[in-house]
């Protein structure tokens, strides 16, 4: 192993691939430690459009992503109980033009990030699990499981759900009243849904369900990914994994009935308290990346998208700071994910607090204004304050502060109406 660069990453997920890629561009020597080696299994198969440019960026664009990937359209939410679905199109399937983003088989995804990392000049280790860091003293030594040793300047780390740094440091807050267990798999044959929905593939569609919902992720492969997302009061202790899974699937019975005659191709796999919050993100030589800086319950497809989109805001602020001495530039990333974070956090805190999509999505199309506001949310722009619901929740404003934007807005008032008080007060939007 070499004994010194100019930026170490711990962690080879799209976080750590996309930072490496960014900074070894630049011209920096990047080394990257992946204690696992690609292919390898991961959940997490939508993206939002939102991702593309940094994707494009590093040699990934649409017409790389179509010839790999399935395209995604929009997101839809279907109530079984209604019987009613709402499409949140982010285009039409039917135009011709390359879709806006896309729904990826995680195993082919993460390793074409990695190959573009490393042609970007990253030395990857795989394979080389660290076990500690020393990332208070300049140059921050980091040491392998291996009895390795390597030096850099200045270390991210994107080591996902592990948040090496933030662990070691306490710096972890779990967010309990979120989405508690998710148990999926993966499968083939899938039945045709038996009214006409010719375009059900090239969407991502959420059955909700009591105290969750149900994801179905259409993959290029044919495949398709479904998983139940549960609270802590709908998880039966008594049940194995796919009799949970099947129980909650029986919520929505034509997709019940479907899954039924289809081929499961793996184990049940489950994923437990998966929601936390990591501060601080930044030190004087690292900074937290990805999943490895917090992670939002999964309901509007939010985490490779932070994950990029912090890896490449981190990536310009380290330049920043070793190539011009400025500081300023990380503590702005700091601020910056934590105002996109909050944005999608007061949309999942309301989406089980107050039936966010039964109030809100569900009545939206009565005002195309608020439609088009939440689709830019749904897409992934969580920085545009020109969208005036972000600017509400961004800027935490009191019950009644912004109504203006929305004036007229039927579903607005239906949603404050059905809502009870807010449980979180940092994040009183008045939504
Ligand atoms: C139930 C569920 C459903 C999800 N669905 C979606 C979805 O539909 N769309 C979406 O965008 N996101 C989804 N996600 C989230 C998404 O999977 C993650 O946000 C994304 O993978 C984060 O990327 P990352 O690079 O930060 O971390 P990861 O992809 O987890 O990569 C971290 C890497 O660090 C390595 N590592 C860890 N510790 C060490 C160590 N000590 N030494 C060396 N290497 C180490 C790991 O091997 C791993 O390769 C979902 C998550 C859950 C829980």
Redesign the pocket.
């Known amino acids: 192993m070499e004994n010194h660069s100019d930026i170490a990453i711990?962690?080879?997920?799209?976080?750590?691939?996309v930072a490496g890629a960014i900074l070894a561009g630049k011209g920096y020597s990047v080394v990257i430690?992946?204690?696992?080696s690609h292919p390898?299994h991961?959940?997490?198969?939508?993206?939002?459009p939102a991702s593309m440019a940094i994707l494009q960026s590093i040699g990934m664009d649409s017409q790389y992503m179509q010839a790999h990937h399935q395209g995604k359209y929009g997101a839809r939410f279907f109530d079984p109980v209604a019987n009613r679905l709402e499409v949140f199109g982010f285009a039409l399937p039917d135009q011709g033009a390359p879709p806006p983003t896309f729904?990826v088989i995680?195993e082919t995804f993460?390793m074409q990030l990695r190959d573009k990392a490393r042609q970007c000049g990253c030395i990857i280790h795989e394979n080389?699990?660290?076990?500690t860091v020393e990332e208070e003293q300049s140059p921050v030594h980091i040491h392998?499981?291996s009895g390795q040793t390597h030096c850099c300047n200045f270390l991210m780390d994107?080591?996902?759900?592990?948040a090496?740094l933030a662990r070691k440091h306490r710096g972890r807050e779990m967010l309990p009243d979120f989405?508690r267990l998710?148990i999926?798999n993966y499968f083939a044959n899938v039945p045709a849904p038996e009214s006409a929905d010719p375009f059900e593939r090239q969407y991502?569609t959420m059955h909700l369900i009591d105290g969750g919902w149900i994801?179905f992720?259409p993959l290029r492969d044919g495949s398709t990914g479904v998983?139940v997302?549960l609270k802590s009061d709908a998880i039966k202790k008594d049940f194995d994994l796919a009799g949970q899974f099947w129980a909650a699937m029986k919520q929505s019975p034509a997709l019940y009935d479907r899954l039924s005659k289809a081929t499961a191709l793996a184990a049940y796999r489950p994923?437990g308290d998966?929601s936390y919050h990591c501060d601080p993100k930044i030190g004087l030589h690292h900074v937290l990346?990805?999943?490895?800086?917090g992670?939002l319950d999964?309901i509007f497809?939010?985490?490779?998208?932070?994950?990029?989109t912090?890896?490449a805001r981190a990536a310009d602020g380290v330049d920043a700071l070793l190539s011009r001495g400025e500081k300023l530039a990380l503590q702005q990333y700091q601020a910056d994910m934590a105002a996109g974070l909050r944005v999608f956090q007061a949309f999942v805190e309301r989406f089980y607090q107050r039936d966010l999509v039964r109030n809100l999505f569900f009545s939206a199309d009565k005002n195309p204004k608020m439609r088009a506001a939440i689709i830019n949310i749904l897409a992934g722009h969580v920085w545009d304050l020109s969208n005036p619901l972000i600017a509400m929740l961004q800027a935490n404003k009191p019950a009644n502060a912004s109504r203006a934007d929305f004036a007229g807005s039927t579903s607005l008032k239906e949603l404050q109406v059905a809502s009870p008080a807010p449980r979180m007060a940092t994040l009183d939007t008045g939504l």
């Open positions: 711990i962690g080879c997920g799209p976080a750590g691939a430690f992946d204690r696992d390898r991961h959940i997490g198969e939508s993206l939002l729904n995680r993460d080389m699990a660290i076990a392998s499981e994107a080591t996902g759900a592990s090496m989405g998710a999926y991502l994801w992720i998983g997302v994923i998966y990346i990805g999943d490895a800086a992670f999964p497809s939010s985490g490779v998208h932070l994950a990029i912090s890896a």
